[in-house]
């Protein structure tokens, strides 16, 4: 007979009298194992608390309101547009991150009569390198499902009613969010640095050229000045690879966090 005091809290036994799998028990060995050191369990209980305080102040949803069991518009297509969207920006990323092993952001000639280095890594992808078509085309469409989800996301917002309270704030956040996905789009348009990216920018410095007070300084801020070079697209290159990911993500994560604290907004 055992003189050591009995553990209230013995998980481990707990588990070997249960009937679980491999995946199941790793998974609740780890939860514990930072629970003992991080108390992990008190911070998901407070943020429990939390969400169920902040529910208990928004108004009832369609569903409790009467009491409906079939929430079949949370799998309609255009209730499925934000994580789509979110989809397309993680492939997006991963794919980016990839192609950025092999590009350099630079304007230099690759050699006597070439095209310049950063269009030559483009080629280079896109012609010699396996799977460098694939990846860039997986990069470019995963852009363009991206546009064109935000967008889709942002009009079902609006026409059901989504972005009324308590929910304007998320609303807003949506807002900044197509306009960084946009700035993504145009920053990555002229990283090939061809002909139709050195006009594109050239088409952006008139246009931060034509803001009041501001166009002379929002040019030299972030085209490098009134004309293009190789400060244009090293600015392009920090801003689509260091800057926008990092704020995009972030701001991604407090969207979500307001959508599953908020819940969704279902049609009335």
Same mark, same amino acid.
């Given at each position: 007979?055992?003189?050591k005091?009995?553990?209230?809290?013995d998980?481990?036994?707990?588990?070997?009298g249960?009937?679980?799998?491999?995946i199941?028990?790793?998974?609740? &060995?780890?939860?514990?194992w930072l629970?003992?050191?991080?108390?992990?369990v008190?911070y998901l209980?407070?943020?429990?608390s939390?969400?169920y305080?902040?529910?208990?102040?928004?108004?009832?949803?369609?569903?409790?309101q009467?009491? *409906?069991?079939?929430k &079949?518009?949370y799998?309609?297509?255009?209730?499925?547009l934000?994580?789509f969207?979110?989809?397309?920006?993680?492939?997006?990323?991963l794919?980016?991150?990839?192609?950025?092993?092999?590009?350099?952001?630079?304007v230099?000639?690759?050699g006597?009569?070439e095209?310049?280095?950063?269009?030559?890594?483009?080629?280079f992808?896109?012609?010699?390198?396996?799977f460098?078509?694939m990846?860039r085309?997986i990069h470019?469409?995963a852009?363009?499902?991206?546009?064109?989800?935000?967008?889709?996301?942002? *009009?079902r917002?609006?026409f059901?009613?989504?972005?009324k309270?308590?929910?304007?704030?998320n609303w807003?956040?949506?807002?900044? *969010?197509?306009?960084?996905t946009?700035?993504?789009?145009?920053?990555?348009?002229? *990283?090939?640095?061809?002909?139709l990216?050195?006009?594109?920018g050239q088409?952006?410095?008139?246009?931060a050229?034509s803001?009041?007070?501001?166009?002379?300084w929002?040019?030299?801020l972030? &085209?490098?000045?009134?004309s293009?070079?190789?400060?244009t697209?090293?600015r392009m290159y920090?801003i689509h690879? &260091?800057?926008?990911?990092?704020?995009?993500?972030?701001?991604?994560?407090?969207h979500?966090?307001?959508v599953?604290m908020?819940g969704i907004?279902?049609?009335?």
């Amino acid at each position: 007979m055992s003189l050591k005091e009995k553990d209230e809290h013995d998980h481990l036994g707990w588990m070997e009298g249960k009937q679980l799998s491999a995946i199941e028990r790793g998974y609740l &060995f780890t939860l514990i194992w930072l629970d003992k050191r991080f108390r992990v369990v008190d911070y998901l209980e407070i943020l429990e608390s939390l969400y169920y305080r902040v529910n208990l102040q928004m108004p009832k949803s369609h569903t409790e309101q009467y009491n *409906l069991d079939n929430k &079949f518009w949370y799998w309609y297509p255009l209730y499925a547009l934000g994580s789509f969207s979110t989809i397309a920006y993680v492939v997006a990323a991963l794919s980016g991150a990839l192609l950025g092993f092999y590009y350099t952001p630079a304007v230099g000639a690759a050699g006597p009569g070439e095209a310049t280095i950063a269009y030559s890594q483009i080629a280079f992808i896109m012609q010699d390198l396996q799977f460098g078509f694939m990846l860039r085309s997986i990069h470019r469409w995963a852009a363009q499902v991206m546009t064109a989800a935000v967008f889709l996301h942002m *009009l079902r917002v609006y026409f059901t009613g989504a972005y009324k309270e308590p929910r304007e704030l998320n609303w807003l956040l949506g807002i900044v *969010l197509i306009s960084l996905t946009m700035g993504f789009g145009y920053t990555g348009y002229l *990283l090939p640095w061809d002909q139709l990216a050195y006009w594109a920018g050239q088409i952006g410095v008139e246009m931060a050229l034509s803001v009041p007070l501001i166009g002379e300084w929002a040019a030299q801020l972030v &085209f490098g000045g009134f004309s293009l070079g190789p400060p244009t697209l090293q600015r392009m290159y920090i801003i689509h690879v &260091f800057l926008l990911p990092f704020v995009v993500t972030t701001l991604i994560a407090i969207h979500i966090g307001i959508v599953w604290m908020q819940g969704i907004a279902e049609p009335h």
